[in-house]
């Protein structure tokens, strides 16, 4: 994989893969797609339920911008994830294949 950019909280990150991430905090931000050629990252959160699946689904969906052909959603730090999880995930696969992109899971 190409090196990545990857903005959020304040902050701006070069790193090489995904797992070049610093640890976060619940939700973290999509990879800037105005930054280049590669991959937009959705880092998830260490639980998907009930709770925040509709975030986790937005934040997926939102990185389908003009351009992007391929979203990672980073399930690195990912420890549970409910039928609500599973079901924004599978939304998100749909919407990537509307936008001609690929929705690519790390776990």
Avoid: K, W
């Avoid at 090196?3 to 990879?31: C, F, I, K, N, S």
């Amino acid at each position: 994989m190409a090196g990545l950019t990857v903005t959020g909280y304040g902050e701006r990150l070069e790193v090489q893969t995904v797992a070049d991430l610093p640890p976060y905090e619940g939700m973290a931000p999509v990879a800037d797609p105005g930054s280049g050629p590669g991959p937009a990252v959705v880092a998830l959160p260490a639980e998907i339920d009930m709770a925040n699946a509709d975030d986790v689904g937005e934040q997926l969906r939102s990185a389908f911008t003009p351009g992007v052909t391929m979203v990672v959603a980073d399930l690195t730090l990912t420890v549970f994830c409910d039928s609500y999880g599973m079901r924004a995930l599978v939304l998100a696969r749909r919407c990537a294949a509307a936008h001609q992109a690929q929705l690519r899971l790390v776990v």
